[in-house]
């Protein structure tokens, strides 16, 4: 089965720090060929995307975490991480990676996006709680 395998969730104290790990299994994700997303999905809330970084190395922030969270990626590694800093209570949720194909050269030097992704994770769980 192709997915992405989320981990480094857990339980903070707010001002605290998690970095987030996003894998494949059952396949090579090359980032050379796949942009990544993180979106995460508070309760009760709808699903909203986070943080993307595309293939040419671009990235995005949604406006509430600028300046706190960090995408980047180990092309190595095939593993792309986002590093939050500065956790707020409003920052809880399960986190989601997903990836988007990239097949033609153009495509890849496209921005990344938050629809029409082509494989998603399971979910990591963030708490951010005195």
């Known amino acids: 089965q192709l997915q992405l395998v989320e981990s480094g969730g857990g339980l903070v104290q707010p001002g605290g720090s998690l970095r987030l790990s996003c894998a494949a299994s059952?396949?090579?994700?090359?980032?050379?060929?796949?942009?990544i997303s993180w979106f995460r999905q508070a309760p009760g809330k709808e699903r909203e995307g986070v943080s993307c970084?595309?293939?040419?190395?671009?990235?995005s922030y949604v406006d509430s975490v600028k300046g706190r969270f960090t995408i980047s990626r180990d092309n190595a590694k095939n593993t792309v991480y986002l590093q939050m800093n500065s956790l707020k209570p409003e920052d809880t949720a399960v986190y989601y990676c997903?990836?988007?194909?990239?097949?033609?050269?153009?495509?890849?030097?496209?921005?990344?996006?938050?629809?029409?992704?082509?494989?998603w994770g399971k979910g990591t769980q963030v708490t951010v709680s005195s």
């Open positions: 997903a990836a988007d194909r990239r097949t033609t050269t153009i495509s890849r030097r496209a921005s990344c996006k938050y629809s029409g992704m082509d494989y």
């Open positions: 059952g396949f090579t994700l090359d980032l050379d060929y796949y942009a």
């Open positions: 970084i595309s293939t040419d190395g671009s990235t």
